[in-house]
């Protein structure tokens, strides 16, 4: 153990030495992948210094996520006090099924969820669980729905011809977790959204209306906390109204912009969150945790039983219900997620996670105030988002990306929204500063310069 850990000292002091001088790493075509980075595997073991070699050589070829040059997708940075919570989560390896393999780390996982449960304004019938991202608590949302609307579909199958409702914007995952459910992607209804990509509210009631007429079960409706490209917020006090209504579970994806809750600033953006029968957000996105770190905490925690919980006396041999957290999550196995962010939270305390979460806001305004101010941009952007979405000099926003990453320049990735396609810029790095996203553009305009 001890050779291996100074293999990984020497091999991430190595790295973060490099990645301030290299922020990207080399651009290797696909097709090159296997000559550029020998990756073959041999009948026999190999020394442990061919090993470390192999190992530079793969480490320096991989993409750099935690760089001031990583703007591609809605996580990026490093969080030292997670990164030290989860290497400690490898080295002890539970499995955050049983009080008895897990012990004091089954009580840091429900620390979290409590105090997020109490955060959102609910009571002691509220708790949840944490699962691998976001889609999967997506999906934990939807189950709970479907039993919820009829207890027997976990016996006898999806019987009933139900409907699910997101927003024409919403994360795929919805339609994926419909077709998972039982439920069907063709049950899976795409409200429109208005000008600034939020659900529009008329339209769901018009869908959940016309779907009762032709016989159908509105059985969910889900709210999205921040599109996936444009950061667009749906009105969950709307949303809920229409749920109570007509009696749909009402479930918010906050997977990317859910951390809102922490900012006092911000949390308006989920305003009504308290009335919603299920939440989900990733730590890993806005918070800066390791992948993966996704919660999901739902209103009356006997849905997360009546949906996910099974006897197995092999597994379940001491301890309530209560600390043998196996009994409402989707897996058996289950890797400590929540160590990463407890470390995170107790280090920096729950007014460091607000700041992390203003900080996102206050780069992303500096961002779209660059962009808004200079002739050479076309903004696209909603104003409360960590989501800069642009055009420069009218060049295919494709064609901009695909050059940055391919000459190892920028990793920054491209949106659309209705008619327009344009370079999305987030930043969900909190560890970056005015300048690096400042840098971001100059790095952008000299390189366009160069070309043609
Ligand atoms: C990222 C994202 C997801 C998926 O989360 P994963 O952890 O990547 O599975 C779901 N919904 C929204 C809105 C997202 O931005």
């Known amino acids: 153990m001890k050779q291996s850990l100074e293999i990984f000292n020497t091999l991430v002091n190595e790295l973060l030495a490099d990645e301030v001088q290299n922020p990207l790493a080399k651009y290797i075509p696909s097709t090159d992948l296997y000559e550029q980075v020998d990756l073959t595997l041999q009948k026999e073991g190999i020394s442990s210094q061919e090993l470390e070699k192999a190992l530079k050589d793969l480490v320096f070829a991989t993409p750099r996520t935690a760089t001031k040059a990583f703007f591609n997708q809605l996580f990026g940075g490093r969080q030292d006090k997670a990164v030290l919570g989860d290497l400690l989560a490898v080295i002890l390896n539970n499995s955050m099924y049983t009080y008895k393999v897990a012990g004091p780390q089954i009580g840091v996982e429900k620390v979290i969820l409590r105090e997020i449960c109490d955060m959102i304004g609910w009571d002691e019938n509220s708790d949840g669980t944490l699962a691998p991202g976001g889609s999967m608590t997506n999906l934990m949302g939807l189950i709970m729905a479907r039993d919820a609307f009829n207890e027997q579909t976990k016996f006898d199958g999806v019987q009933q011809k139900m409907t699910v409702y997101t927003s024409a914007d919403s994360h795929y995952s919805t339609q994926k977790n419909a077709a998972f459910a039982g439920i069907g992607r063709n049950n899976v209804r795409q409200v429109q959204t208005d000008h600034e990509g939020s659900m529009d ?138 160590l990463k962010f407890w470390v995170l939270w107790k280090s920096i305390g729950t007014n460091g996670l607000a700041e992390l979460v203003e900080k996102q806001f206050e780069l992303a305004d500096i961002a779209r105030d660059y962009v808004r101010k200079n002739p050479d941009y076309t903004d696209y952007s909603l104003d409360d988002t960590v989501a800069i979405c642009f055009n420069y000099k009218n060049i295919p926003a494709e064609d901009l990306c695909t050059k940055l990453y391919e000459n190892s320049e920028l990793l920054v990735g491209y949106g659309s929204f209705k008619e327009d396609t344009f370079v999305r810029l987030v930043t969900v790095n909190a560890t970056n500063e005015a300048e690096d996203i400042l840098n971001f553009f100059s790095t952008l305009e000299a390189f366009m310069s160069k070309q043609t």
């Open 201 to 338: 509210i008329t339209a769901l009631e018009e869908a959940i209306k016309k779907d009762i007429a032709d016989g159908f079960h509105p059985i969910f409706i889900n709210c999205t906390a921040a599109t996936t490209v444009l950061g667009a917020y749906d009105n969950l006090v709307k949303a809920s109204t229409i749920a109570k209504k007509y009696n749909i579970w009402l479930h918010v994806d906050g997977a990317y912009g859910g951390s809102v809750l922490f900012s006092e600033k911000y949390r308006h953006l989920i305003e009504g969150v308290e009335n919603v029968n299920s939440f989900t957000l990733n730590a890993h996105k806005m918070l800066g945790t390791p992948l993966s770190c996704s919660l999901i905490v739902v209103k009356n925690k006997q849905h997360l039983y009546d949906s996910f919980s099974n006897d197995a006396s092999y597994l379940y041999q001491t301890d309530h219900d209560d600390f043998n957290l196996g009994k409402t999550s989707l897996q058996c196995g289950r890797r400590n997620d929540a």
